[in-house]
């Protein structure tokens, strides 16, 4: 594959017009997508682990071609292929536990903020009623468990994170979504933050004009010296900038969900 | 026949014969009622048996009542019963034992329909939890039944009872390896490996000072349906990373240390 010189840094999500014979070429962070149309079979090929250089990059129509060894092909059959294609970003299909790189101590009664990023599932979809084609885990995170026990608790993602205090300071990535995270420890302890479990399938993922993919800010308050705390989602980003371009995977009831989000085993 | 017609005999017969159908009926309706009932409160092995019990416990009264109808005397049927019982339980004792232990079983719960369970050397897939046995499927496609009596007396172990588990994965390196190096380049294979969990966290555990090797046990947490790819890919990773780091996995050897005799010159080496 010809990587060729660097394209400008467009959305790579959105929505495309692919007439019979073309093919489109995406590269997100590590993950290579393509998308060729013929009139009775749509096929989708993507490699995961690529080089993650030279990411953000789509060009639709293409003459390129994705190949190399672990590409993975599906072929979609209909009867008369649609012309419509989206490719859009979504968030984890599980709850992701985020792992400062530090361990963070908020004492009691304080409240810190900070921002981490989760990574992103590419999603296709076809025609006017945007069928779901596939969808992928650009770069497939890693397993984690998190509970009280090895028999009870839930099966997330897991992420690390510099956990930056402040915005300006966080890089941007194609494949990750950024979250504001707020922590509020209204316990009488304090709250040791070796992992966060940011409930992933509750948030939307926004695009910033900056072409930046975040997610609603949110709220995690721990209330007692329980591992559990109260999620509550917040505000979009920058409201008057974001536009939502994947909802939320779940719904979340007004008052927050209760999720085992500082749970470490064996506590 | 028209005086037979208006005798007690006859009306008794009818009398019967309403009863018994009638009873059918209400057999079939209660069945159908605790079914629904169950199958909502209840395991599907529990929702069987109580339609079951419901409808033959009926179905048994009914019968009793037609015969009572038609004038028999169910104080000898009853005698006969219990004679018939008697033998019938010398005979039967092996499967009223299974019957009992399946009752248990299902009780006591320590595995359902779809788990799969180690018992007696045998793996495989739970079928079913009839009356008398269980069935089970093994990963090379057999048919297993095992009484349960047996399952009842045996030790059961429930692979999949819990949603992750943890994989063992013993190891000897080389004595002139450094140990340090062995566990960071474990550590980096786990955390490469997507199936691996990152917690639990994974473990590095001594062994012992073997005669050839120092042996280790690298335990890493996959989610249980994830058991077997994770289980396949780390040792497959774990030789490639030692490779590259010329960790050596031994063979067993000797080292041969020749001694001088007491008298006489020394062995060549």
């Known amino acids: 594959m010809d990587d060729g010189e660097q394209k400008p840094a467009l959305p790579w999500w959105g929505r495309f017009e692919l007439g019979v014979g073309e093919r489109g070429l995406w590269h997100v962070g590590p993950m290579r997508l393509s998308l060729t149309r013929q009139r009775q079979e749509i096929s989708v090929g993507y490699l995961q682990n690529a080089d993650p250089r030279d990411a953000r990059f789509f060009e639709c129509p293409t003459t390129a071609m994705l190949e190399g060894s672990g590409v993975v092909r599906n072929r979609y059959a209909f009867a008369e292929t649609p012309e419509l294609v989206w490719v859009r970003p979504a968030l984890a299909d599980r709850a992701v536990v985020v792992y400062p790189e530090d361990p963070f101590h908020v004492t009691a009664g304080e409240s810190i903020t900070l921002f981490c ?51 300006a300071s966080v890089p941007r990535h194609p494949h990750r979504a950024l979250t504001e995270l707020r922590i509020r420890n209204a316990a009488s302890d304090t709250l040791r933050l070796e992992r966060v479990n940011l409930a992933v399938p509750y948030l ?64 | ?148 009596e047996t399952m009842v007396k045996a030790q059961i172990t429930n692979l999949t009872r819990h949603p992750i588990r943890r994989y063992d994965l013993q190891l000897g390196v080389a004595y002139g390896s450094k140990i340090g190096r062995v566990r960071e380049v474990l550590m980096e294979v786990a955390k490469t490996n997507p199936l691996a969990l990152r917690e639990p966290r994974p473990l590095i555990i001594f062994l012992a000072f073997a005669d050839s090797s120092v042996n280790l046990q690298f335990s890493v947490w996959a989610a249980r349906e994830n058991y077997l790819d994770l289980r396949n890919s780390l040792a497959e990773e774990v030789k490639e990373a030692f490779d590259r780091e010329s960790i050596e996995i031994p063979f067993p050897h000797r080292v041969i240390v020749p001694r001088p005799t007491p008298s006489g010159p020394s062995p060549r080496t």
């Open chain 1, 117 to 167: 990023s989760t990574p992103l599932w590419i999603r296709v979809e076809v025609g006017a009623s945007r069928l779901a084609l596939m969808e992928s885990a650009i770069e497939r995170p890693p397993d984690t468990w998190i509970g009280p026990s090895t028999r009870e608790g839930e099966l997330c993602y897991a992420t690390q994170t510099a956990a930056r205090l402040e915005r």
């Open chain 1, 204 to 267: 939307s993922v926004y695009a910033a004009r900056d072409g930046g993919l975040w997610t609603e800010s949110v709220v995690l308050e721990r209330t007692s010296s329980a591992t559990i705390g109260r999620l509550q989602i917040g505000h979009p980003p920058m409201p008057s900038e974001a536009e939502r371009i994947t909802p939320a995977r779940l719904t979340s009831d007004p008052g927050g969900i209760l999720v085992r989000a500082f749970s470490a085993l064996f506590d």
């Open chain 2, 1 to 148: 026949m028209e005086n037979y017609l208006t005798t007690e005999q006859f009306y008794g017969i009818v009398r019967a014969g309403i009863t018994l159908i009638l009873g059918i009926a209400a057999a079939h309706l209660l069945r159908s009622a605790i079914g629904k009932v169950l199958d909502h409160r209840a395991s599907v092995q529990v929702a069987i048996l109580g339609r079951r019990v419901a409808y033959y416990l009926v179905l048994a009264l009914a019968f009793a009542s037609a015969l009572r109808e038609l004038g028999l005397d169910l104080g000898v049927l009853l005698g006969a019963a219990g004679v018939l019982t008697v033998a019938m339980g010398f005979a039967a004792q092996t499967s009223a034992s299974n019957l009992i232990s399946g009752l248990f079983l299902m009780s006591e719960g320590p595995f359902v329909v779809g788990e799969v369970i180690e018992v007696g050397g045998t793996t495989g897939e739970v079928l079913s939890i009839d009356l008398l046995s269980v069935t089970l499927r093994t990963f090379d496609n057999l048919y297993v039944r095992v009484p349960n």
